[in-house]
Antibody, heavy 117, light 110 residues
Framework: QVQLQESGPGLVKPSETLSLTCAVS?????????WGWIRQPPGKGLEWIGS???????YYNPSLKSRVTISVDTSKNQFSLKLSSVTAADTAVYYC??????????WGQGTLVTVSS | NFMLTQPHSVSESPGKTVTISCTRS????????VQWYQQRPGSSPTTVIY?????PSGVPDRFSGSIDSSSNSASLTISGLKTEDEADYYC?????????FGGGTKLTVL
């Protein structure tokens, strides 16, 4: 069974960089598929942040591209998100997920990141 | 980039049928597959329809998906509504490099 688990600080100060990691178990990232980050502000809808292939090829949401970096560490079977210059508008539950073809078929439980001083 | 527009909310009674629409703003709805996710409060989204009209194993056949090129939209239909179907539903599609989610529809079963 494929499982994903997000980890990282739950509180980030404005203007700093948000950093999260997604640990994958039950499937080797090196075997294929894209892996992505999606966020959901409290009480709002889902927003795709970006996706990465095991080779390191990335795609980012154009509205966030200037602030986002997604990387992969196949040796640890995990991938990471960095979002720079955060503001209160970046407060959200952040999910990692596997893009299994057309749909995001496996999701982490999500982690709430609050941007506040 | 394109947008996917959904109604903010819909409501229907148990046992009835409800349809949720998802309209693509630019580009053909038929050019890229549409997926539908169900999200209950406090939980991660789960797929109920993928590739326009395919159901993952474990999803009841009360859930069905379709696309309509004339209105450039996709639809999720849930028949025989149950109180457990009450949730938020999101459509999702993509183009060459971007994934896009609709704004979500809150389904109330009352």
């Amino acid at each position: 069974q494929v499982q994903l688990q997000e980890s990282g600080p739950g509180l980030v100060k404005p203007s700093e960089t948000l950093s999260l990691t997604c640990a994958v178990s039950g499937y080797s990232i090196s075997s294929g598929y894209y892996w992505g980050w999606i966020r959901q502000p409290p009480g709002k809808g889902l927003e795709w942040i970006g996706s990465i292939y095991h080779s390191g090829s990335t795609y980012y949401n154009p509205s966030l591209k200037s602030r986002v970096t997604i990387s992969v560490d196949t040796s640890k079977n995990q991938f990471s998100l960095k979002l720079s210059s955060v503001t209160a508008a970046d407060t959200a539950v952040y999910y990692c997920a596997r893009l299994g073809g057309s749909d995001f078929d496996y999701w982490g439980q999500g982690t709430l990141v609050t941007v506040s001083s | 980039n394109f947008m996917l527009t959904q109604p903010h909310s819909v409501s229907e009674s148990p046992g009835k049928t409800v349809t949720i629409s998802c309209t693509r703003s630019s580009g053909s709805i038929a050019s890229n597959y549409v997926q539908w996710y169900q999200q209950r409060p406090g939980s991660s989204p789960t797929t109920v329809i993928y590739e326009d009209n395919q159901r993952p194993s474990g999803v009841p056949d009360r859930f069905s998906g379709s696309i309509d090129s004339s209105s450039n939209s996709a639809s999720l239909t849930i028949s025989g509504l149950k109180t457990e179907d009450e949730a938020d539903y999101y459509c999702q599609s993509y183009d060459s490099s971007n994934q896009v989610f609709g704004g979500g529809t809150k389904l109330t079963v009352l």
